[in-house]
T-cell receptor, first 113, second 111 residues
């Protein structure tokens, strides 16, 4: 079973705070990991991809991967009200056919002014 | 700029009718995917394709079909629409890094 689990939230943080979003996955051999942002009524938009253990930073976003513990997280620094959205974690498990991703159900984030 | 488009954006149909949702991408990606998104279920894979003439079933393929005659297009057909197929449908295309890019979605209502 290729499961991707996320806390559904809602997660609520004040403007300027750090928002921390977490995702765990069941397949230890998973290779590729992605974070998507989805605004209400819109399509998922790619924010970050990460393939190796450690941190990957892009602007206010940092993805963290720990394959031994089977989790991937997304940190959003200096959170803004415009970051309010649902964040989807996606994983390509070992043995999965090329390009096929398994998605978590998403964590709803609200950033209040 | 390369993009992925879906049409129609909204569709209302009746039970039993055949419906085709279009997906067109100009990324020149070999991989294309169809998902449906429902409250409480997240994104679920319907069908996918790795190239022309290649199609594969996803986890919720019953009642749906796809065909791939060129790189750019992967139309999704609901052979006989059912109320359970009322949903938001997303098409995505992907490159060889497993990254997927999503279209704007089609909201389908089956009455």
């Amino acid at each position: 079973q290729k499961e991707v689990e996320q806390n559904s939230g809602p997660l609520s943080v004040p403007e300027g705070a750090i928002a921390s979003l977490n995702c765990t996955y069941s397949d230890r051999g998973s290779q590729s990991f992605f974070w998507y942002r989805q605004y209400s009524g819109k399509s998922p938009e790619l924010i970050m991809s990460i393939y190796s253990n450690g941190d990957k930073e892009d602007g206010r976003f940092t993805a963290q991967l720990n394959k031994a513990s089977q989790y991937v997280s997304l940190l959003i620094r200096d959170s803004q009200p415009s970051d309010s959205a649902t964040y989807l974690c996606a994983v390509n498990p070992r043995g999965s056919t090329l390009g096929r991703l398994y998605f978590g159900r998403g964590t709803q984030l609200t950033v209040w002014p | 700029d390369a993009e992925i488009t879906q049409s129609p954006r909204h569709k209302i149909t009746e039970t039993g009718r055949q419906v085709t949702l279009a997906c067109h991408q100009t990324w020149n990606h070999n991989n294309m995917f169809w998902y449906r998104q429902d409250l409480g279920h997240g994104l679920r894979l319907i069908h996918y394709s790795y190239g022309v003439q290649d199609t594969n079933k996803g986890e919720v393929s019953d009642g749906y079909s796809v065909s791939r005659s060129n790189t750019e297009d992967l139309p999704l057909t609901l052979e006989s629409a059912a109320s359970s197929q009322t949903s938001v449908y997303f098409c995505a295309s992907g490159d060889d890094t497993d990254t997927q890019y999503f279209g704007p979605g089609t909201r389908l209502t089956v009455l």
